[in-house]
Structure formats: structure tokens, C-alpha cells
């Protein structure tokens, strides 16, 4: 995956917190929007922005997590997947890591 793909946000070192979105999606704005004013930070991908080769291989990423490719897809230091807009499930795995 191509880091210049690869968008962070700055906020409060919550362990690695991956979203994978896509740049129309209403959920996936509302996921942004939730982390933002949980002041976290977070790295994104609005995955229908890349080209074919990245977007297949991004694809591949979130399929180990989430089978059914669905968006938004958040993935917690490598250990934890919230998908779809679940801002509950988001705020109490938020608030637990590190």
C-alpha cells in the first residue's frame, strides 16, 4: 500500500486506529466525524480514490478483517474491527486502548 495514499489525523495516541472508507460514503463521514470529536488520532484510506493496483491490494487488507468488504471498516492495533457506523462499540473500544 502506498503511504502517499495513506491520510493522518492527529488527536490523542489511542494505539493504531485504521479506517478504511470510501470518499462518498455517509457512514464513513459520520465515522470521521466521531473520531474527530473523540480527539483521536487516526489513519484513513478512502479506498475508491486509489487506482486499480493499490485499491485491489487495499481491498485484500480489509477482507482479513471484514470478509464482506463492507464501509466503514476500523481496525484497532491489529486486534479489533468495528464495522459500519457503531459509534457505541467505537467509544467504549476507544476508551480501553492504548
Known sequence: ??????KHIDGD???RIM???LSTCMWC???RQLLG???VAYDMIDVDLLEKQERE??????KKWNPDC???TVVINNDKCIIGYNPD???AELQTAR
Open 57 to 62: 491490494e487495499v481491498t485484500e487488507d480489509i
Open 1 to 6: 500500500m502506498a503511504d502517499h495514499n495513506l
Open 13 to 15: 495516541d489511542r494505539g
Open 29 to 31: 463521514r459520520k465515522t
Open 89 to 91: 462499540e467505537l467509544q
Open 70 to 72: 463492507t464501509f466503514p
Open 19 to 21: 479506517l478504511y472508507a
Open 37 to 39: 470529536d473523540l480527539g
